[in-house]
């Protein structure tokens, strides 16, 4: 699935780095697209990047939990990273932070995806 404003970059650990840019139905399908491909990839720690989004879909934020669950079972995790506070205070006041990693930064989420790794 090729989505424009989606780009995967594979770190070390079976990590990988999801970005999605644009307005809010480019970055559901962003989400989507970058979840299929680490999928394929067999990825065990996941950052999305969403930081441009001011708003993610009902679905997208399913395959978001979805996607957290399956690498928790699988011994990894998945970061989500979001600036905008509106949306920041969303997704804790909505439950969505007690089943994925929100970062305020791209920083912030890779140093605790690097915590991880050396665990």
């Given at each position: 699935m090729q989505v424009d404003g989606v780009r995967t970059l594979s770190l070390s650990g079976g990590a990988y780095v999801v970005t999605c840019s644009g307005a809010h139905r480019p970055v559901d399908e962003g989400i989507a697209a970058g979840l299929v491909t680490t999928r394929a990839r067999d990825a065990v720690f996941v950052i999305v990047d969403v930081r441009e989004a001011r708003r993610i879909g009902v679905v997208a934020l399913a395959r978001l939990l979805g996607e957290s669950?399956?690498?928790?079972?699988?011994?990894?995790?998945?970061?989500?990273?979001?600036?905008?506070?509106?949306?920041?205070?969303?997704?804790?006041?909505?439950?969505?932070?007690?089943?994925?990693h929100l970062e305020a930064t791209l920083a912030g989420a890779v140093e605790a995806l690097n915590d991880r790794l050396v665990a």
């Open positions: 669950q399956s690498l928790r079972h699988a011994g990894g995790d998945l970061w989500l990273v979001v600036t905008d506070p509106r949306l920041l205070r969303e997704l804790e006041t909505d439950g969505t932070g007690a089943n994925i």
